[in-house]
Each structure stands twice: as structure tokens, then as C-alpha cells.
Nanobody
Framework: QVQLVESGGGLVQAGDSLRLSCAAS????????KAWFRQAPGKEREFVGG????????YYADSVKGRFTISRDNAKNMVYLQMNSLKPEDTAAYYC????????????????WGQGTQVTVSS
């Protein structure tokens, strides 16, 4: 069983940056595809970005492309989401997810989830 713990959320102003971190509980984490999702109140959980097990491939939602960067450090069992030029519409709870295999944009394909970290962007 893989356990994921996110951190790094907070309250920021539009245009600011934040870096979210996701720590995994075990070493086989390195063979899993990872992704970040977000969910705003009253909305469905949506894909933000994903990274392959090796880190060689990344994929982003159009809404964050060019502003957000996902990276991973398999030696530390960590995944990061660097968020720049934040907008009020980025306000949501952000979740780290993992699955055996490659990146998927569908939340139903992910077996392991963190508890979420709140990001609030004021205008």
C-alpha cells in the first residue's frame, strides 16, 4: 500500500508562486506514474498535470500549461508541483495521486491518493 502526503498549500495573491510537495511511503513509488489533481467546491476533480515513472514525460492541462511544472525525485520518493503566476481560478484542494504504469488524465485510473492540500489565490 502506497501512502501519499501533500504539503505546501496556502493563501497567496494572484501572480504569486507556490510549490506543492507529495511524499510517498515506500520505494516502489519510483515505478508509478504520478499526477496532481485539483477540486474546487461544487466542481469535479480535474487533472492538473502528470509525470511518468522515470520523469522523462510530463503532461499538463491546458489551463495550467506554461505556469505549472511537475517534477519528481525518486531517490527521495517525492513529487513536486511548482505553480507560478497563480490565478484566483486556481483556488482548489490539490491532490497527489499515483498509479502503476503511465500517466492518465482520468482520476478513476489512480489507485492511491493523498489527503489534499488547500490552495487559495486572492485577487
Amino acid at each position: 500500500q502506497v501512502q501519499l502526503v501533500e504539503s505546501g498549500g496556502g493563501l497567496v495573491q494572484a501572480g504569486d508562486s507556490l510549490r506543492l510537495s507529495c511524499a510517498a511511503s515506500r520505494g516502489t513509488f519510483s515505478t508509478y506514474g504520478k499526477a496532481w489533481f485539483r477540486q474546487a467546491p461544487g466542481k469535479e476533480r480535474e487533472f492538473v498535470g502528470g509525470i511518468s515513472s522515470s520523469g522523462a514525460s510530463t503532461y499538463y492541462a491546458d489551463s495550467v500549461k506554461g505556469r505549472f511544472t511537475i517534477s519528481r525525485d525518486n531517490a527521495k520518493n517525492m513529487v513536486y508541483l511548482q505553480m507560478n503566476s497563480l490565478k484566483p481560478e486556481d483556488t482548489a484542494a490539490y491532490y497527489c495521486a499515483a498509479r502503476p504504469g503511465g500517466i492518465s488524465t482520468s482520476f478513476q485510473d489512480y489507485s492511491y491518493w493523498g489527503q489534499g492540500t488547500q490552495v487559495t489565490v486572492s485577487s
